[in-house]
């Protein structure tokens, strides 16, 4: 099947540790995201990538970096300069070619909930 | 920066009942909404969009309508069941992919 596989689903981190999150896709999309969720609210952008070897910044970048070395896998790293990384995490590609498919519609995975200690 | 907020941040249907759920927008050049369904623990799902060249949209039991004058968007969901019961969220793109979120609505539903 395809679709968006985040690991791992729940992970504790200490204070002053990194963390990272995988985020694997098999949809042959170009595009990835990571949203952050906190409770009872909506989602914000943390980091995105449109093209292997590419990303930008989104609203709440700072205390995360990202990679992305291949099309299929856009690792999230929870760094220890977040001051406050407890939350739901969540990520997402697209195909940035509107080959017929919905306007801009984004494949989210099931979410990583991290929880610091 | 631009923001897309909803009116009702929680609704309570009877099973059965028409949902409506509402949502502001403040960006006037995005190109096309998307409402998406989210239930507990999971990542959201799409439920339907709409481009700005649009008013109205219809899919399964779900209408989104468009008013571009007053900026507002609405989600219509008819004959509403129990597992419609989630978080609603609309999000707004102007860019491909790129999407802005609301805060979403909880739309819980009696059976």
């Known amino acids: 099947d395809g679709g968006i596989t985040q690991s791992p689903k729940y992970l504790f981190r200490k204070e002053g540790q990194n963390v990272t999150l995988s985020c694997e896709q098999n949809?042959?999309?170009?595009?990835m995201y990571w949203y952050r969720q906190d409770p009872g609210q909506g989602l914000r952008l943390i980091y995105y990538?449109?093209?292997?070897?590419?990303?930008q910044k989104g609203d709440i970048a700072e205390g995360y970096s990202v990679s992305r070395e291949k099309k299929e896998s856009f690792p999230l790293t929870v760094t220890s300069a977040q001051k406050n990384p407890t939350a739901f995490y969540l990520c997402a590609s697209s195909s940035i070619r509107d080959g017929g498919g919905r306007t801009g519609e984004l494949f989210f995975g099931e979410g990583s909930r991290l929880t610091v200690l | 920066g631009e923001s897309v907020g909803l009116h009702l941040p929680t609704l309570s249907v009877q099973e059965g009942d028409n949902s409506i759920i509402n949502c502001a927008y403040s960006?006037?050049?995005?190109?096309?909404f998307i409402w998406y369904k989210q239930e507990s623990g999971k990542g959201p799902q799409f439920i339907i969009d709409i481009r700005s060249n649009m008013d109205k949209r219809q899919g399964q039991r779900v209408t989104v309508l468009l008013n571009k004058t007053v900026k507002h968007l609405s989600l219509q969901i008819a004959a509403t069941q129990p597992g419609d019961s989630a978080v609603y969220f609309c999000?707004?793109?102007?860019?491909?992919?790129?999407?802005?979120f609301g805060q979403g609505t909880i739309l819980t539903v009696h059976p």
């Open positions: 999000a707004e793109g102007t860019s491909y992919g790129k999407l802005t």
């Open positions: 990538s449109q093209i292997v070897n590419d990303f």
């Open positions: 949809l042959n999309h170009d595009a």
């Open positions: 960006n006037s050049a995005s190109d096309y």
